[in-house]
């Protein structure tokens, strides 16, 4: 069954206003024009040329990066575990958090994210405190990362946007400035306050310590990079390395906001958009294919087989 915090969740999701549903659909819309306006330019034939030509040194760098990728967002969970004070085996702490990011990642937030962590970290003892507590570490850590390595890219302006967007160069640098407020006043505000505890709707909640949230962030920008350390080594050098770590950091965001499981056709979108003037469209579209095969499909595979495994190793335990 699932969780009731994710129940909620959905529950809430299920009574937004009509005009958020609205806005929406008019997003996803925008987003499927953008997609079948590229799609219809891209030459196929230059796209399986493309594919055929990824050999072992291509995609043994790239799968590395993957597992990479993966073991740094289970750490995630660690730091969660240990800021709800359950000492549950590591081990078994980083399997959850890979079921739940890959089933996440192909399945949406809410069900994958919460739904599933909430199953399986009640059936290894947690209580719903502290899983809430664990999810809000999890979140925190994904999104502070996040905003450190893309506030320097926008501050820095190190990745162009198109000029069809209609972005001023100004107002960018300035977002990037306000994103790296983000993380530069949790540590500040972990710094002073630390040890500091508060009672939010029966959950405890205390300020960690700096360590623990500069590990939060430092793993989390690890994370993303070895992200766009996948895509990077299937573009043959194509682009730069920043460059493409921030068209992925602005593709997480427009799938943030288009909210389509795994961001599909969002990722597409924005890559095609930012980079089809620098990079052979055959090659970027079939570096993407192969990026969703080796970060989402195959994980998906794994992910799914491990999901089952823990739900039988908890049925035995139960008996």
Known sequence: MMGAAALSAIRQHAHWPAWRRAIGLLF??????????????????????ALRGF???????????????????????VLGCRYAGHPLPLRRVM???YVSYT????????????GVRYRLYSRAGLSPPQIWSLFVVVVSSNWLGYALLAGGILAG?????????????????????????????YLAACAAWHGRHRT???????VPPVRFAALQCLLSAAHWLAMAAILYSLLHTHAGYFT????LLVSGLAGVVVRIPGGLGVIEAVFLTMLGGQVPHGLLLAALIAYRALYYLIPLVI????YFVLEAHGKRGEE
């Open 28 to 49: 996803i819309a925008a987003v499927l024009a953008l997609i079948a306006r590229k799609l219809g330019t891209i030459d196929w034939n230059a796209v399986l040329t």
């Open 55 to 77: 050999n072992a040194r291509t995609l043994l760098p790239a799968a590395g990066f993957v597992v990479l990728s993966g073991l740094l967002y289970s750490q995630f969970d």
């Open 95 to 97: 399997t959850i958090a």
């Open 103 to 114: 089933l996440s990642l192909n399945l949406g937030a809410t069900l994958g994210g919460a």
């Open 157 to 185: 302006q190190l990745v162009v946007l198109p000029p069809e967007w209609g972005i001023p160069a100004a107002p960018t640098r300035v977002l990037g400035m306000l994103m790296l407020a983000i993380p530069a006043g």
């Open 200 to 206: 939010v709707s029966d959950h405890d909640i205390y």
């Open 244 to 247: 493409v770590l921030g068209v």
């Open 303 to 306: 992910g799914s087989i491990s």
